[in-house]
């Protein structure tokens, strides 16, 4: 390893790294703005400058940017020295010129890398009197707040909207002072990951709107580590709340998952807590159909004459950790207890799960779907169905320029150059969906199929892996590409609605390991805890169907809106079969309407749960702050019921890790699930870990209009953390753990470096979660059947699924910011199609009783149509299904699009 001399001291550190990343890594702080970990070094900002001999005989040196940099044997630098020092002090001082010095009001204060490194160059008073330069701010959207004065051109947010995240509506525009950061006209930003600008920006140029309209200072905002609840990616998140409301939901990082970044659902989606439909107590449904609130001693009387003796079922949730399903499970028995998901939908994810515990194909994280040098999507639109696969496969197809660069000796950070380099480059991508997806720009070949021929195409692939000399011309163009790569990777999953789709795409991963390739298949999967409810059920699962045929007296559902999975007639039907309903759930919903008796549940922000992604890892997710009024963790409303017919195995059964003491004694992957986070008698130095940092203020106040006097604190019996600024808040404390980044010197999310093992690596007390699959073993399914080729029908159209980031996921599209972005729900038609039929773009279209948006897709499959996936309007129409289309009548044209071309897109 080389051996560095810096400011006299000899460091022995790790070869092939850039000055900067390796001060930061040996403890030194260095200023810096323009670089960032996960996009390497351009050298614009000039603010890590450090002075670098030739050897000890040098007195004078030479001024360099320690980001562009490389270390190497012997070199010899000064950080501390006046020339260094004094250089990046007139540097920031430079960058203050315009700035508006508006701290006091920015939303960015406290936890600005702006004035970290302004504090840390030793830059204090202003020398310049000129007349500042300003602009004129631009609307970015519901999401994103822009205030463009506050800029110092570290040109960060453009590198990372355009280069990393493939934006193209973002950019710098002008030149030399007069640079300006923002769209060509004002409008929403269209990428889905906008909203990580508002860390990605060192400054309070981005802010997160809907906190800078519900504002909270970054100090007093209490924090727990969490898993995002909007897909089965999983990835990981810290949300922060005040006075009882979630103000905001910032990435937390994970090495092997989400990295830097989230998608905006994850970001932006978790405001549906703040509703007011939350259901705050117990009530009862009476004569007349009105809810009438319950006291605990009246609740406690009426569950023990609902459940006691009674035979129970229950319907549980993919939305839903672990433990309260288990629970529930445990309640009623496994011959009456059902996932939650549609037979359909189930039956697609546990096949999925049966091929990833017995494909000899490696299950990746997202780092390693980074490091894929051949990639086929099989029917999902990523950005739509698991956005943050999406951006880590705009990372992969970067794996080519990585290797061009190798063999110059390029160093992997050094971005501008490799950049240059590669052009246009790419490693190949091939998408195979029923219509154009988000990543088709970086696409080496898109195939529009609609699914029964995506599986026909991925059993064509699978053959021409093990004979190149069968196949049609695309089959062997895509199987020619993965057999050259040496880490070629298949995602499929439930998107498309067809098993066969995901049989086709473990078929094309066997037949690659067959050929000696380290292959690597992933499978997406609806929400957030969808292969936990797959895992749970593995050994004896019931369908929704033979629920509503049992003898049950009492139907328990846990958080699941029935309405999103079944039709209307069909929930009618069951509950005429079952005479009492008990709804669990945080929101006002359908199903919640018909029950007998409703439980308030605890929201994601409220409550301690394991959620299973996609990946198979169990990852725990802590409450921000306690339950308000009468709410109470699913988990918890199970063990109530537990208790009112004294059911044996749950009465022990007080604490959250008494679940898995209780019940996962005999089930490795239950025993898995536990070992996610350490248990509530974790401590850090004999002390709790604080949710509140050290900066936090106003307990006393927040009460005032109650008493003057400050509250006792809450009490978190069930885990290590504690609702209080007091604990050991140290920079090893495991991952699942980490409620917040912090480090003098460092108050902005910058701080991260001091809790990594080294920069863009695992966390110093370890990543979270824990992987399920490995090792586990499965029964695998019978090949589903050979579907047949798509023939066109007259007068009738095939249906094809459509997601949507914004609007296809039950939870998010209530968000506020989010519900401005979801639109009405589309029927995506063929121009032709649309054409035959009359309709033009905007206009209404009848589909089963349903009026739809007409949107007009030349990407579409001629005699096929696309639906808007989880809409309210579309939960009753099924991908697969042929249906007619007719003119809706008395529809109403958006007004955005009244007076507009209505031409086809194309």
């Known amino acids: ?258 990295g830097y970044f989230l998608c905006d659902r994850g970001r932006f989606g978790g405001n549906h807590v703040n509703r007011a439909e939350r259901i705050d107590f117990p009530a009862r449904r009476d004569a007349d159909g009105r809810f009438q609130a319950l006291t605990d001693q009246a609740l406690g009387e009426l569950l023990t004459e609902l459940c006691a003796g009674k035979r129970l079922a229950a319907i549980g949730s993919p939305r839903a950790g672990v433990e309260a399903n288990l629970l529930l499970q445990t309640l009623v028995g496994p011959e009456r207890f059902a996932s939650g998901m549609d037979d359909t939908e189930h039956a697609l994810v546990d096949r999925a799960l049966r091929h990833l515990v017995n ?43 990585y290797t061009l660069a190798a063999e110059l000796k390029l160093s992997p950070w050094q971005d501008a150059a490799v950049r240059n380099l590669a052009q246009d480059r790419r490693s190949p991508l091939h998408v195979v969906c029923a219509g154009s997806t988000d990543l088709d720009d970086i696409a080496a070949g898109h195939y529009r199929l609609v699914a029964d021929d995506q599986a026909r195409l991925a059993a064509a692939i699978a053959t021409a892996i093990a004979d190149s000399q069968t196949g049609d011309a695309a089959a062997q163009r895509i199987a020619a590409d993965l057999l050259a790569a040496e880490r070629p990777l298949i995602i499929s999953g439930t998107g498309a609605g067809s098993a066969a789709l995901i049989d086709g795409a473990a078929a094309i991963a066997e037949a690659l390991v067959a050929r000696g390739k380290a292959a690597m298949l992933s499978f997406t999967a609806p929400e957030c805890n969808s292969l936990g409810q797959a895992l749970l059920c593995r050994d004896s699962h019931t369908s929704l169907a033979a629920l509503a045929q049992s003898d049950a007296d009492v139907l328990i559902i846990l958080e699941n809106d029935l309405l999103q999975r079944l039709a209307a007639e069909e929930i009618d039907q069951l509950r005429q079969r079952i005479p009492t309903w008990i709804g ?143 604990g050991a808040a140290s920079t090893d404390r495991p991952g699942a753990l980490l409620s917040y980044v912090w480090s003098p010197g460092w108050n902005s999310n910058q701080s991260l470096h001091k809790f990594q093992s080294d920069i863009g690596g695992a966390l110093r007390g370890g990543s979270a979660g824990q992987r399920l699959l490995d090792g586990l073993s499965l029964a695998k399914l019978p090949p589903a059947p050979a579907p047949s080729a798509f023939g066109r029908r007259d007068q009738q159209w095939l249906l094809q699924t459509h997601h949507h980031l914004f609007g296809s996921d039950e939870l998010s599209r209530l968000s506020d910011g989010i519900a401005e972005l979801c639109g009405r729900a589309a029927l995506y038609l063929h121009p032709e199609d649309a054409g035959r039929l009359g309709l033009e773009q905007g206009d209404g279209a009848e589909v089963a009783g349903q009026a739809l948006e007409v949107r007009l897709d030349a990407s579409q499959v001629p005699g096929s149509a696309g639906f808007s996936t989880g809409y309210p309007e579309t939960l009753a129409l099924r991908a697969g299904h042929w249906v007619e289309i007719g003119v809706a009548a008395h529809w109403q044209r958006a007004p955005e699009l009244i007076g507009s071309d209505r031409e086809a897109t194309a």
């Open 1 to 258: 390893m080389p051996v560095i001399k810096v400011d006299g001291q000899e460091y022995e550190v790790p070869a092939g790294g850039n000055l900067l990343e390796t001060c930061l890594e040996q403890g030194l702080d260095l200023p810096y703005f323009c670089w960032h970990p996960a996009m390497g070094s351009i050298g614009a900002c000039r603010q890590c400058a450090v002075v670098q001999y030739q050897n000890e005989e040098d007195t004078r040196g030479r001024i360099v940017m320690a980001c562009m940099t490389p270390v190497s044997d012997g070199a010899i630098f000064d950080l501390s020295g006046d020339r260094a020092a004094g250089f990046r002090r007139t540097v920031v001082e430079s960058l203050m010129v315009d700035h508006p010095h508006d701290c006091p009001v920015c939303a960015e204060g406290g936890e600005c890398h702006l004035q970290d490194m302004t504090v840390m160059t030793g830059h204090r008073d202003r020398h310049y009197r000129g007349t500042k330069k300003t602009y004129r701010n631009q609307y970015l959207g519901p999401l994103i707040h822009h205030e463009m004065n506050r800029c110092i051109t570290c040109y960060r947010c453009t590198r990372y909207y355009r280069d990393y995240a493939g934006g193209t509506d973002l950019s710098a525009q002008a030149a030399h002072d007069h640079v300006y950061f923002g769209r060509h006209k004002e409008g929403t930003l269209e990428s889905p990951f906008a909203g990580n600008l508002v860390e990605v920006c060192p400054t309070g140029v981005f802010t997160d709107k809907s906190l800078v309209h519900d504002y909270t200072r970054k100090w007093d905002l209490q924090s727990a580590p969490s898993v995002c609840t909007g897909c089965g990616v999983g990835c990981n998140t810290l949300p922060g709340e005040r006075y009882g409301r979630l103000k905001r939901i910032h990435n937390r990082y994970h090495a092997e998952v989400n």
């Open 359 to 401: 494909s000899g194909a490696h299950n990746p994280s997202l780092r390693d779907i980074e490091s894929a040098d051949s990639v086929l999507v099989l029917g999902e639109d990523l950005t739509h169905t698991a956005a943050r696969t999406a951006l880590a496969l705009r990372q992969s197809v970067r794996n080519e320029a």
């Open 584 to 726: 669990i759930d945080s929101l006002e919903n359908d199903t919640l309407a018909r029950c007998d008796l409703i439980l308030p549940a605890a929201a994601f922000t409220e409550t301690e749960a394991t959620y299973i992604s996609q990946e198979g890892r169990a990852q725990r997710a802590f409450p921000v702050h306690p339950p308000a009024q009468a709410r109470r963790p699913g988990w918890r409303w199970v063990v109530e019921l537990a208790a009112a017919v004294d059911h044996p195995d749950l009465a022990g059964i007080h604490h959250f890790d008494d679940i898995a003491a209780a019940l996962a004694v005999d089930d490795p992957v239950l025993q898995g699930a536990a070992a996610a986070a350490p248990d509530h008698a974790f401590r850090s130095r004999g002390l709790k870990i604080p949710r509140q940092p050290h900066r936090y203020s106003g307990r006393t106040a927040m009460g005032a209009d109650v008493s003057v006097h400050e509250p006792r604190q809450s009490d978190d019996a069930d885990s290590a953390l504690a609702y209080t600024m007091e």
